[in-house]
């Protein structure tokens, strides 16, 4: 069966640091990969997506980047964080067919 | 522009009633609609999915029915327990596309 890891489950960080989220997918094949973020009592806004290993399409501008360096791992980076950073970041896959999205556990960040 | 609301931010029911949870979209280009259940600091879980070509879905305690011409889904929990309270998600699909739409959830409360 197929599973999605993403670590760290919980970041703490100063304004202006660096960020690095990875998210990974296990038993599966040519994934789409997908970066969502939840700010405080808000809905599901997505970030960036990915059909294949360095195709990323960036749904929102901001301070963040996104990264797929291998078919089932994704990663969300960004050079210096702001304080609107903070919030629930949310990775998902899909294969093809009705386009279910199936989510990772989620990371909470904090941005001090 | 919110392609797909959902209008009551929450909704509280007895346990053992049903739960009805509303959504609404405004493009005739969606053909597929899901919905997600999330926990706190969790990600969203898949419940159930219904594909324009259907106007109603069901799967044990739930079902999902979808109005085309009233652009209306609506998802009906019976009987609800209180494992149901979580924040609920309606999504949509473009026709042919790798990304879904979200609303901005309803929070589901169920009262002993």
């Known amino acids: 069966s197929q599973t999605i890891h993403q670590w760290p489950a919980t970041l703490v960080q100063p304004v202006g640091s660096p960020l690095s989220l990875e998210c990974t997918v296990e038993g599966t094949s040519n994934p789409n990969l997908y970066w969502y973020r939840q700010a405080a009592g808000r809905g599901l806004q997505l970030l960036f997506y990915s059909v294949g290993i360095g195709q990323i399409s960036s749904e929102v501008p901001q301070n963040l980047s996104a990264s797929r360096p291998q078919d089932r791992q994704f990663i969300l980076s960004s050079k210096k964080l702001l304080l609107s950073d903070s919030g629930f970041y949310l990775c998902?896959?899909?294969?093809?067919?009705?386009?279910?999205?199936?989510f990772g556990p989620g990371t909470r960040l904090l941005v001090l | 522009d919110q392609q797909v609301k959902q209008n009551s931010p929450s909704l509280s029911v007895q346990e053992g009633r049903i739960s009805i949870l509303n959504c609404d979209y405004t493009n005739s280009m969606f053909d597929y609609f899901l919905w997600y259940k999330k926990y706190p600091a969790e990600g969203p879980t898949f419940l159930i999915s219904?594909?324009?070509?259907?106007d109603k879905n069901e799967d044990g305690r739930f079902t999902v029915f979808l109005n085309k011409s009233a652009k209306h889904l609506s998802l009906h929990i019976v009987p609800s327990q209180p494992g149901d309270s979580a924040v609920y998600f309606c999504?949509?699909?473009?026709?042919?596309?790798?990304?879904?739409?979200f609303g901005q959830g309803t929070r589901l409360t169920i009262n002993p």
């Open positions: 219904i594909s324009s070509i259907k």
């Open positions: 999504a949509a699909r473009f026709q042919g596309a790798q990304k879904l739409v």
């Open positions: 998902a896959w899909s294969v093809g067919g009705d386009g279910t999205q199936y």
